[in-house]
Every structure is written in C-alpha cells, then in structure tokens.
C-alpha cells in the first residue's frame, strides 16, 4: 500500500470515529449556510477555479453562543461541488490544466479546547465526468454563450478521493477580531496550511462559522443574533501542497508547491436577513500559470 492512500485512510477513520462518539441526546437542526464562489464576479475570464458552491446543515446540542468541547456534540453536514477549467475552456496540451468536476460530501464537527476553535472533518470526494457537473455547465453557457466543457477523453479521470482535514484557530479582540489558525488536509488534496482571518465588526460573533474551501471566507451556518451593522472582513494565507489529483503527474502541468490566498468582503446584517459580498485572489496553482486569479464570493441567508 502507497503511504499516502494509508494516510489519508487513517487520518479519516480517526475523524469519523471521533465525531460518532458521545452524540448527544438532545440532537436537533441548529440552522444552514451557504457560500458560493464565481470568477465571472471576479476577473471575468471564465478560467481555473471558476465556480462553486456549498451547503452546510448544523446538528447538535441546543446552540449556546460558543463552541462545546465534546468533539460531536456540533455536527456539520456538507454538501460541495466545484468546477475546474483550463484556458480557454477547450484548450488542452501539456501546459493547460485539465478540466475537473468535484463534488462532494461529507460531516465535520465544530469543538473548543482551552479557547482553541477546532474543525475536524471527513468528506468523499467524486473528481471527474461521473460528477456530472459538466452537464451543467453545459446549460448554464447555453443561456449565457459561453464555452462548452471538452470531451470527457480530455477531462480529469473519474475516481473517488476519501479525504480528512483539521483546523484549528484562536480569536482575539471583541469588536475588531484578528484570528489565526493553521490547518492540514489529506486526500484528494493534501496540503498543511497557515493564515490569518480579521473581522471589523459584528459578523459571525454569537455563531458557528464554516470556512468556503475555495477562497477561504467564513461564513455562518448558526445565525448570530440579529442586529444592524456592516461588517468588514480580510484575510490571507499560504499553504505548502504535498500533491494533488487535480494535476495527475501523467497530464497536464505540475501542481505548485506554495499556493497563497488573499481575501475581502463585507456583510451587512439588516436584521431579519443578511448578506455577504467579497473577491477572493487565488495565487498560481500550477507550473506555467500566467498568474493568480479574482473569483467573487457571495452569500447570503434569512433567520428563522
């Protein structure tokens, strides 16, 4: 057996047998977030990571305004699918990326110890036709006269990718909040990961906070109590990418071992609803990339 299907197996029978121990009792729905990303909102060139979106559905313990410390006593159910481009959106050769549908699903807890924020996770990632999200892209350029995907000869290859991952983060301040964390992956993407989230106001305090896996903006899937505010957010960070099956090593260019991100939005709560706008800058993911790129995020929910 390779060293990494061995890792990535362990780390997340770990993560699972840590989140199936000691459900509580008083399990109940908490509430939902969602967080989609676009690069037409971005640089507008339709190209590399140009579009997702995902669900998150909060379980557990009746919500008291701050994190547990039992591991499940918070659960988080999620839902993701992403579509990967190369430039222009036919284009093959050895110096373009291949065109890639994800999709995946899977559970991670939220949890706290010594007022250290833990997100620990397992999700079964689908990569390539299977997913079928190229079908929908295909419907989607059909209204808007957009390129079609390649041929399913000249996409990544179907397989299926279990991957764990853990983060860990500690916030600073009340009213303008620092929060650095650091965070590991294992799977379809394995990487470890330092950075760094700044809020300038309200947003997101009182609640549970899930972080986008593309742009890295936290969004919340427990709603914070309500109030009237406009909130700045930042953020960066950089990881050191082991390896990855968005760049098989028999196609297409050779993924890059540092990848940066830097992000910015704001959030107006106008009390029974709230919504969320920012751009995302995504440094260069491969050998030969002209560039990072700007994809738009946006998201946005109503309190029940």
């Not at 998150?56 to 839902?79: D, E, F, H, K, N």
């Not at 996770?121 to 995907?149: M, S």
């Not at 650095?180 to 609640?207: I, K, M, N």
């Amino acid at each position: 057996m390779r060293l990494q299907p061995a890792f990535s197996t362990l780390l997340i029978l770990v993560v699972w047998l840590s989140l199936a121990t000691g459900v509580a009792a008083q399990v109940r729905f908490l509430g939902l977030g969602g967080f989609g990303t676009n690069d037409r909102l971005g640089d507008e060139k339709d190209r590399w990571r140009t579009g997702s979106y995902e669900l998150t559905l909060a379980y557990g313990q009746p919500w008291q305004g701050r994190l547990p410390t039992a591991p499940s006593a918070i659960l988080g159910v999620r839902v993701r699918g992403e579509v990967i481009s190369p430039h222009p959106i036919q284009a093959t050769g050895p110096d373009q990326r291949l065109y890639a549908g994800v999709l995946a699903v899977g559970v991670q807890g939220f949890s706290s110890f010594e007022a250290t924020d833990i997100r620990a996770g397992a999700d079964l990632v689908l990569l390539g036709p299977q997913t079928r999200l190229d079908n929908l892209q295909r419907l989607i350029h059909k209204a808007d006269d957009g390129g079609n995907p390649p041929a399913d000869s000249e996409q990544l290859g179907d397989a299926l990718a279990p991957t764990g991952y853990l983060e860990l983060g500690r916030s600073f301040g009340q009213l303008a909040r620092v929060r650095p964390f650091v965070e590991a992956q294992a799977g379809y993407e394995s990487f470890a990961r330092v950075g760094f989230d700044a809020t300038l106001g309200r947003f997101g305090q009182g609640g549970l906070m899930a972080r986008d896996v593309l742009s890295g903006e936290r969004y919340p899937i427990i709603a914070t109590p309500a109030r009237r505010a406009l909130s700045l957010t930042a953020g960066a960070d950089v990881a050191v990418v082991a390896n990855s099956r968005l760049f098989p090593s028999a196609r297409g260019p050779d993924v890059r071992r540092y990848r940066p991100r830097a992000r910015l939005g704001a959030a107006l709560d106008a009390g029974p609803a709230w919504a969320f706008f920012g751009l995302a800058w995504l440094g260069r993911e491969f050998e030969g990339a002209p560039g990072g790129q700007r994809v738009g995020t946006i998201t946005f929910n109503v309190r029940f």
